[in-house]
């Protein structure tokens, strides 16, 4: 309706078009993802995250090129800005365990699959087990 009244009486909030544009430049990072082009999702990833800093996917796209460059320390950091947006989000967890693992951080690689496995995401806790039997021996 003209007075932007849903069917319960409630006015929904106005879309920001911020947010309009920065899904955009999203949906052109995961274009460039699918071309395996990191220097274009880097690009398109921060121009979404400027727009819109709550755009959860914008971060783990840009750690997922940050990461493909081995620049591990800025994909930790775009995980970590994730996980303070979705503190329980066991993907989150996961890439970031992964990263660890690559760095050769197994103690914090280890904390977060420990955190995977006790919020319940079946694989990574499965992966977390074969590493951890894989530093034991």
């Known amino acids: 309706s003209a007075t932007g009244l849903t069917g319960r009486g409630e006015s929904q909030p106005p879309i920001d078009p911020n947010t309009l ?5 999203l ?8 071309r395996n082009d990191t220097l274009e999702t880097i690009v398109t990833t921060s121009v979404a995250i400027k727009l819109d800093p709550k755009l959860l996917q914008a971060y783990l ?6 990461n493909e460059k081995a620049l591990y320390d ?3 950091m775009d995980l970590n800005h994730a996980l303070q947006l979705d503190p329980g989000n066991a993907v989150v967890y996961t890439r ?4 660890f693992q690559r760095k050769g951080d197994d103690p914090r690689a280890i904390a ?6 006790q919020l319940g995401l079946e694989m ?14």
């Not at 949906?27 to 699918?34: C, P, T």
């Open 96 to 99: 970031r365990a992964l990263i």
């Open 112 to 117: 977060d699959y420990e955190k995977v496995c």
């Open 61 to 66: 796209n840009r750690a997922w090129a940050f």
């Open 21 to 25: 544009e920065a899904v955009d430049w």
């Open 74 to 76: 800025k994909a930790i």
């Open 27 to 34: 949906k052109k990072s995961n274009e460039s993802i699918a």
């Open 124 to 137: 990574a806790c499965e992966n977390y087990q074969k590493f951890a039997s894989l530093l034991r021996d």
